[in-house]
T-cell receptor, first 114, second 112 residues
Framework: DGGITQSPKYLFRKEGQNVTLSCEQN?????MYWYRQDPGQGLRLIYY???????QKGDIAEGYSVSREKKESFPLTVTSAQKNPTAFYLC?????????????FGEGSRLTVL | RKEVEQDPGPFNVPEGATVAFNCTYSNSASQSFFWYRQDCRKEPKLLMS???SGNEDGRFTAQLNRASQYISLLIRDSKLSDSATYLC?????????????FGSGTRLQVQP
């Protein structure tokens, strides 16, 4: 079955530690995205990538980093520079070039900083 | 002013009721509109696109009013399984950066 797999689903981190969230898709989609969701707020775009070896900052990229070495994979690192990292992180993909609003989301990773 | 605004709710309705949500958007250049559904602590999933002439999908009807810059979602004959948060999504021309803007969602609770 095609889909997006995020791991881990739950993660606890101490302040000052970096953590990497995994996102893998087998949908053969070119575009991939990372969003952050906080209670009472809409999804906010962190980073996106439209093609391998290329990625762009979204609206709230500070304190985060990504890589896109393979089409299937788009890991997100939450660095110690991110001041308020506790949130629900969602990875998504879409078919590049299609004028559609359909994003396919993974099940999310819930990060809690202790 | 937020680009996409929704009443957060919750909307508490009995089974079988009809309920409607509105969503307003501020950017008149917005081109495409969508409703996503998000269950508690789950990922969002596309519910339906919103077309200019309005469209139905079973018990769900979506409408667009470009002059007043709002879209609506009507749910008829509510089921317990309709309980979720409904996200309004607006798309500007092009893809990638800032192409999609998500509202913060309207929570619906259908009660027996």
């Amino acid at each position: 079955d095609g889909g997006i797999t995020q791991s881990p689903k739950y993660l606890f981190r101490k302040e000052g530690q970096n953590v990497t969230l995994s996102c893998e898709q087998n949908l053969n989609h070119d575009a991939m995205y990372w969003y952050r969701q906080d209670p009472g707020q809409g999804l906010r775009l962190i980073y996106y990538s439209q093609i391998v070896n290329d990625f762009q900052k979204g609206d709230i990229a500070e304190g985060y980093s990504v890589s896109r070495e393979k089409k299937e994979s788009f890991p997100l690192t939450v660095t110690s520079a991110q001041k308020n990292p506790t949130a629900f992180y969602l990875c998504a993909s879409s078919i590049q070039g299609r004028d559609t609003g359909e994003l396919f989301f993974g099940e999310g990773s819930r990060l809690t900083v202790l | 002013r937020k680009e996409v605004e929704q009443d957060p709710g919750p909307f508490n309705v009995p089974e079988g009721a009809t309920v409607a949500f509105n969503c307003t958007y501020s950017n008149s250049a917005s081109q495409s509109f969508f409703w996503y559904r998000q269950d508690c602590r789950k990922e969002p999933k596309l519910l339906m696109s919103v077309y200019s002439s309005g469209n139905e999908d079973g018990r769900f009807t979506a409408q667009l009013n470009r002059a007043s810059q709002y879209i609506s979602l009507l749910i008829r004959d509510s089921k317990l399984s309709d309980s979720a948060t409904y996200l309004c999504v607006v798309k500007k021309q092009g893809t990638g950066r800032r192409a999609l803007t998500f509202g913060s969602g309207t929570r619906l609770q259908v009660q027996p």
